[in-house]
């Protein structure tokens, strides 16, 4: 089951996922993403409970990037061993902080 839980800590947001971020569960979140941005300067995507990203997930994640470079920073952190394979296939890992 997809879940996404926010947490505010001043300008700080961090948004962690738990399950599939595909096309099913990437129109919330991005919904969920775009809502957070006008309020913070750092985005943090916990991704320890994330098993898989697909193509509208990374979608998602570039759109957030974007947004945040222009006020700030995002990064993503506990990110697993497949999520990571995927960043790295895609080249992702070149674009987003990952920690």
């Known amino acids: 089951m997809f ?3 926010k947490t505010i800590e001043g300008k700080k947001a961090i948004v962690a996922l738990s399950g599939r971020l595909d096309t099913v569960t990437a129109p919330e979140t991005e919904t969920a993403v775009k809502e957070l941005i006008p ?4 985005l943090v995507f916990d991704f320890s409970g994330l098993e898989y990203i697909s193509s509208a997930g990374l979608r998602v994640l570039l759109s957030a990037q974007k947004a945040m470079s222009a006020k700030g ?25 990952i920690e």
Do not use: P, R
Request: net charge negative; aromatic share 6%; proline share 0%.
């Open 39 to 42: 309020e913070i300067s750092e």
């Open 73 to 97: 920073e995002m990064k993503l952190v506990g990110v697993s061993e497949a999520v990571m394979e995927i960043f790295e296939v895609t080249g992702f890992t070149d674009i987003l902080t």
């Open 3 to 5: 879940s996404i839980n």
